[in-house]
């Protein structure tokens, strides 16, 4: 049985959860007092993380930069509210893959998470789609012509916006997530049925690119695909955190 590949750069995601209970004598904001800390793989390792928690028996390997633990998003939240007052994070510098070293024909399905850290380039994603069908990519990169071998590109309102002249060209490549409207693909809008509260959003993106690749692997249908990374990712926005579906 042939294996998932994702390639990308991760880090660590921390949620300080702190109680507020006056503001600060010197300036008007907030002092947080922390009640605990909770810490879990975030980006690449995310979506390798639930890709692996969808398909427990499914053999997956990831491809990452080795310093990912020592880069951070750590998140202060009133555990209350949910409410987040500030974001710090502590960026590293991330060495770049080595593309040729990797043996695409040992896969089935490749997929390439890039947050535009400097792990991947795209010239290697390039590489890596001319040289492999099934590879679903997700990159914060504006989208030119690198992007034409790739069989799925997920990409959020923003990224559709900035490179809105190669979304026409790439055509039913191209699959939007919008939030809470649902998911747009080949001039068809696909709506969240299951409608939640919303927790935290982080993370979301992640579990529905994993859960369109492990949906796509067992029946090969990009629609039911769609739909099914659809309500795996209304689960994880109903939690607190970076976190897998129910």
Not at 3 to 26: F, N
Not at 188 to 205: Q, Y
Not at 207 to 225: C, E, H, N, P
């Amino acid at each position: 049985m042939k294996k998932i590949l994702i390639i990308g750069d991760s880090c660590k995601d921390i949620y300080t959860y702190c109680d507020v209970k006056r503001l600060s004598p010197e300036k008007p904001v907030p002092v947080l007092e922390v009640d605990h800390i909770e810490e879990m793989p975030g980006m690449a390792m995310n979506v390798y993380r639930n890709v692996c928690h969808m398909m427990p028996k499914k053999k997956v390997d990831i491809i990452t930069n080795n310093n990912w633990k020592s880069i951070t998003k750590n998140r202060f939240v009133d555990q209350k509210s949910n409410h987040m007052f500030s974001r710090v994070d502590t960026p590293q510098f991330v060495d770049r893959v080595d593309v040729f070293e990797l043996k695409l024909e040992d896969y089935e399905y490749v997929i390439i998470s890039d947050y535009d850290k400097g792990f991947i380039y795209w010239d290697d994603i390039e590489w890596i789609c001319s040289r492999h069908s099934s590879v679903f990519l997700d990159t914060k990169k504006e989208l030119d012509t690198w992007a034409f071998d790739a069989k799925y590109i997920k990409i959020n309102n923003f990224e559709a916006e900035r490179s809105c002249i190669m979304v026409e060209h790439l055509g039913e490549k191209v699959i939007q997530t919008c939030g809470s409207d649902g998911v747009f693909w080949n001039g068809d809008l696909f709506p969240v049925k299951d409608k939640v509260e919303t927790l935290d959003v982080s993370g979301a993106g992640d579990t529905f690119l994993a859960a369109l690749v492990v949906r796509y692997s067992q029946d090969k249908k990009i629609a039911s695909s769609i739909k099914y990374a659809n309500r795996q990712a209304s689960k994880v926005v109903s939690k607190r955190g970076t976190s897998v579906p129910d």
